[in-house]
């Protein structure tokens, strides 16, 4: 009982909190005057006032959160704020059930980008702008700003960060207190933001277009202001732009801090994972080119780099714009595509999958086991770099990767049996575990996920809050041990 009134305390600081979030459309709202600021706010004293009927009967237990109230607080905070933010979709939208306001409001929190909206281009501006604010915040992690926040209402945040941090290397500190460090990312986050919308503008974009996509971008979130994407620009320079942004995006936003701290590059030089992030998705980038124009997708072999880089880069770092219909071309493409947007980016990024940590230790313990098989009197430790991988770590990415996979088949047999196509089914599991937006046949770029029904929806809803919260976050509270005393 004492754990879920601790829980019940921090939630409602949460929603408190996240109540602040609504500014943005409500000013958007009022400049366009597209009609919905009033809705906006009576929907922003609502989660004030649900946070505070939460936070105020609990306020005065000051016992400091554990392990498993973080493990607990995660998985309800991005499945409450998540049904808290329908609230704009349901009373703007006509027709828009809570099925499909739900999914969508995951997409957004989980940056997983995949929409099930038609007519984006006429929707209201804040309600475009909310969409795409999700996709921002859900990006760094809403829990992450909380903890930048709580600690000044009295509040410890250790437990919540170690629980939402993705990856496996979660106790290297940026800073000695743990707020700093969350303020600090926080910092660097926003800077890379305004960075990108400024060049947004600048190729082209208009301001709003701007903010919105940057938004996305940073958060590799992959929503869209426009039914047709990015494709809608049909502009080289912004699809340039976004390349730029959506591989700093797909890279640790540690490394990021650290560079900006120590002003230079130094710091991705010695990152482990961000030399091999680039090589694989660039060169990935230049191979597929090549598969796609002797395939003759495309008459001239730039027309294919171009199209062939804008749309790996965007499915391989989980973010999800898209430019031209990839479910027409070879298959072999489409699908290495959803493959690299289950390793390639770094932990730490604001994207999903398994992480390019993980990739790198399962494929080292792989080649050393089988050095062992040849030299089994060897003593040999697995070595990322000159960091010697303790054995836990390696134990725990095993398991991590078996749960992942197995996750994918069940959701995947799952669609199957409520009668959706093979390649759609796992497809979208794909795509939606490693929260990288479009998957392919009757969730293809040129569609949405609207022609699912509501089993389907909320299949791959799940699929998308697994993805977000690394599969254990979720699965650790269903076991008899977390609820012992």
Known sequence: MLKLIIVAKVFGLMLMVFSVTYSLPILTALIYRDGTAWLFFEDTLSTFIAGFFLWFPTRNNTRELKSRDG??????????????????LLRNIQGLSFTDAYFETMSGLSTTGATVLAGLDHLPPAINLWRHELNWLGGMGIIVLAVAVLPILGVGGRQLFMAETPGPMKDNKLTPRITETAKNLWIVYAGITLACILALKLVGMSWFDAICHAFATLGLGGFSTHDASVGYFNSPAIELVLIVFMLISGMNF????????????????????????????????????????????????????????????????????????????????????????????????????????????????????????????????????????????????????????????????????????????????????????????????????????????????????????????????????????
């Not at 607990?72 to 329908?86: D, E, N, S």
């Not at 040849?374 to 303790?390: E, Y």
């Not at 409520?418 to 490693?434: E, H």
Request: one cysteine or more.
């Open 254 to 485: 540690a490394t990021h801090f650290l560079a900006w701290r120590s002003k230079s590059l130094d710091p991705y030089r010695h990152d482990i994972e961000a030399m091999p992030f680039l090589v694989l998705i660039l060169g990935s980038c230049l191979g597929i080119a090549l598969f796609i124009w002797y395939e003759n997708t495309y008459a001239g072999f730039w027309t294919a780099l171009r199209h062939v880089s804008f749309n790996l880069v965007s499915v391989g770092t989980d973010c999800g714009f898209t430019s031209v219909d990839f479910n027409q071309w070879p298959l072999f493409a489409p699908l290495w595509m959803l493959f690299l947007s289950c390793i390639s980016v770094c932990t730490g990024s604001t994207g999903g999958g398994i992480k390019m940590m993980r990739t790198l230790i399962l494929l080292r313990q792989s080649l050393l086991q089988m050095f062992i098989l040849t030299h089994p009197t060897s003593v040999n430790p697995l070595k990322l770099g000159k960091l010697v991988v303790p054995p836990n770590i390696i134990l725990s990415v095993l398991g991590f990767i078996f749960v992942y996979f197995m996750s994918i088949v069940m959701l995947t047999l799952a669609l199957v049996f409520s009668d959706l196509d093979l390649i759609s089914s796992f497809s979208a599991i794909i795509a939606c575990i490693n929260n990288a937006g479009p998957g392919l046949g009757t969730v293809g770029p040129a569609t949405n996920y609207s022609g699912l029904s509501d089993f389907q929806t909320w299949i791959c809803t799940l699929a998308m809050f697994l993805g977000r919260i690394e599969v254990f976050t979720a699965l650790i509270i269903l076991t008899p041990t977390f609820w012992r005393k």
């Open 71 to 88: 493990f607990l607080l995660v998985v309800l905070t991005w499945l409450g704020m998540a049904a808290f933010a329908t609230f704009p």
